[in-house]
């Protein structure tokens, strides 16, 4: 299904991707855009086509008439492994080596892979994330990623773009990521508290969710929760 005949405009397409899920909260909160670039492709071949545009399409339909360039940039990659990349640096080295830190804890306890892209369009790998972080390759069955993408799109929309991996869906459901877009990646809030903060907060809920003894959130704990539920 078609929400935004626009999406043909992201011209950031690969073969051989799982599906997944993006969301942006801006106009339309939670949206699943089918991220086929034209009629009979399906969005298995457009994996991470989000992540140099997603948050255009949906806050920036005009713009959405005019196909962005492709980005395929391996040479912003990190020189080392990293679970947080920064093109441009919304986080202090500290905020970076902490979300790192958890997130592969994280990963180590119950296998899901939370990824975090900080960019500003078109400084950004692109689709060149795909291999860094191993993720929607063809034939692979590891569909339990989520990878956030932060752009503030020159500060007139919401800042947090989740792609999500169809195995996190049970976990998180499409509620979750709408509620929690809108607490933390709205422009009152960034402006008030800091774009840092906003990712912070939007991974920290993430982390508790994932780790808390339901193993399911329909919203975003409070801050004092998520902090408590993270042993802090």
């Known amino acids: 299904m078609k929400i935004?005949?626009?999406?043909?405009?992201l011209s950031l397409t690969s073969s051989g991707a799982h599906?997944?899920?993006?969301?942006?909260q801006e106009p339309r909160v939670g949206t699943r855009l089918?991220?086929?670039?034209?009629?009979?492709?399906?969005?298995r071949s457009s994996l991470l086509s989000f992540v140099a545009a997603s948050a255009v399409l949906t806050q920036f339909p005009p713009l959405a008439l005019a196909r962005l360039e492709s980005v395929n940039r391996p040479d912003l990659l990190p020189k080392e492994p990293t679970l947080v990349i920064q093109t441009e640096k919304f986080l202090t080295s500290g905020q970076a080596k902490r979300i790192d830190s958890m997130l592969a804890s994280l990963e180590k306890d119950t296998g899901f892979r939370?990824?975090?892209?900080?960019?500003n369009y078109p400084n950004t790998p692109g689709l060149a994330i795909r291999d860094y972080w191993d993720l929607g390759k063809e034939g692979q069955k590891d569909d339990k990623y989520i990878v956030l993408v932060v752009d503030q799109f020159g500060g007139r929309g919401n800042v947090l773009n989740f792609n999500v991996g169809d195995g996190v869906k049970f976990a998180l459901p499409n509620v979750f990521w709408t509620r929690l877009s809108a607490k933390y990646g709205n422009t009152f809030f960034v402006r008030e508290n800091g774009i840092d903060l906003a990712v912070t907060n939007a991974i920290d809920a993430i982390v508790a969710c994932l780790r808390s003894e339901d193993g399911f959130c329909t919203a975003p704990p409070d801050e004092g929760q998520s902090l408590r539920s993270l042993g802090m």
Do not use: H, I, K
């Not at 599906?19 to 942006?24: H, L, Q, R």
């Not at 939370?114 to 960019?119: A, F, I, K, P, S």
């Open 34 to 43: 089918d991220m086929s670039v034209g009629e009979g492709v399906s969005r």
């Open 4 to 9: 935004f005949q626009t999406a043909m405009f």
């Open 19 to 24: 599906g997944f899920t993006v969301y942006s």
């Open 114 to 119: 939370v990824r975090v892209l900080c960019q």
